[in-house]
C-alpha cells in the first residue's frame, strides 16, 4: 500500500510564495520502486471541479497547467525505492489560487505528465490535502 502525506498549506497575501511537500511511502503489491510512476498536484477551490495544477514522471519530465505556468514549478526526490517526495513551489500566487491542494501518485506503470494532466479524476492513490488560501 502507498501512502500520501502532503504539507506545507497556509494562508498568505497576494505576490506571496509557498512550496507544498508531498511524501509517497509504501510498496506496490510487486514491489516496484516509487520512482517508476508518476506524481501530480490538482487543486479544488469550493463550488469548482478538481483541476490539474502540475503533473511529473519517472523521466522528470514535467506538465503545468496554463494558469500556473511561469509561476509553478513541480520536482520529485526519488530518495528510496519506497519512498519519494514531491515538491510544487508556488510564487507570484494570486487569489484564484486559492484551494485544497491534492497530492496523488499513478500506480500505472505506463504513466506519463501529459496523461496525468489530462485526467483530473482518474484511479490514483491521493492525500488528504492541504488548504491554500491567498488573499490581499
Known amino acids: 500500500e502507498v501512502n500520501l502525506v502532503e504539507s506545507g498549506g497556509a494562508s498568505v497575501q497576494t505576490g506571496g510564495s509557498l512550496r507544498l511537500s508531498c511524501v509517497g511511502s509504501?510498496?506496490?503489491?510487486?514491489?516496484?520502486?516509487?520512482?517508476?510512476?508518476?506524481f501530480g498536484w490538482f487543486r479544488q477551490a469550493p463550488g469548482k471541479v478538481r483541476e490539474a495544477v502540475a503533473t511529473?514522471?519517472?523521466?522528470?519530465?514535467?506538465?503545468?497547467?496554463d494558469s500556473v505556468k511561469g509561476r509553478f514549478t513541480i520536482s520529485r526526490d526519488n530518495e528510496e525505492d519506497h519512498k519519494n517526495s514531491v515538491y510544487l513551489q508556488m510564487n507570484n500566487l494570486k487569489f484564484e489560487d486559492s484551494a485544497v491542494y491534492y497530492c496523488?501518485?499513478?500506480?500505472?506503470?505506463?504513466?506519463?505528465?501529459?496523461?496525468?494532466?489530462?485526467?483530473?479524476?482518474?484511479?490514483?492513490?491521493w492525500g488528504q490535502g492541504t488548504t491554500v488560501t491567498v488573499s490581499s
Open positions: 496523488a501518485i499513478d500506480l500505472h506503470y505506463d504513466c506519463d505528465a501529459t496523461s496525468m494532466r489530462a485526467r483530473p479524476n482518474g484511479s490514483y492513490t
Open positions: 509504501g510498496y506496490t503489491y510487486n514491489k516496484i520502486p516509487l520512482r517508476a510512476f508518476c
Open positions: 511529473i514522471d519517472s523521466r522528470g519530465d514535467t506538465e503545468l497547467a
